[in-house]
């Protein structure tokens, strides 16, 4: 199984980055998938997850109105666009899937984890 995450980078206050997770190596259309981020001292958090159908998604508050998640279930890959930027969002961000949506949401026992991606915000 592999969780291959790309997109990241610098951006300006304000702007927007897309987020791509491409997942192999087994069929993942019946896993939740998810992102998750860690900045610089702080412990990871949940930002955002999407239901197996993509008919339902859940969201970080900090997030809510600028994130957007989704899926290709044909591709295994989940999608994070992430609009008006900020400083505070800068964090290595990573994806994930689980059987459990709540425990995407949780943050807990998840099945699998990709590796990060830098998303550095610019005031």
């Known amino acids: 199984v592999q969780l291959q995450a790309s997109g990241g980078g610098l951006v300006q206050a304000g702007g927007s980055l897309r987020l791509s997770c491409a997942a192999s190596?087994?069929?993942?259309?019946?896993?939740?998938m998810g992102w998750f981020r860690q900045a610089p001292g702080k412990e990871r958090e949940f930002v955002a997850a999407?239901?197996?159908?993509?008919?339902?998604?859940h969201y970080a508050d900090s997030v809510k109105g600028r994130f957007t998640i989704s899926r290709d279930n044909a591709e295994s890959t989940v999608y994070l666009q992430m609009n008006s930027l900020k400083p505070e969002d800068t964090a290595v961000y990573y994806c994930?899937?689980?059987?459990?949506?709540?425990?995407?949401?949780?943050?807990?026992?998840?099945?699998?984890w990709g590796k990060g991606t830098q998303v550095t915000v610019s005031s």
């Open positions: 190596g087994r069929d993942f259309s019946r896993y939740a």
């Open positions: 994930a899937v689980d059987v459990f949506l709540a425990h995407m949401t949780a943050g807990i026992n998840i099945d699998y």
């Open positions: 999407i239901r197996t159908s993509g008919g339902s998604t």
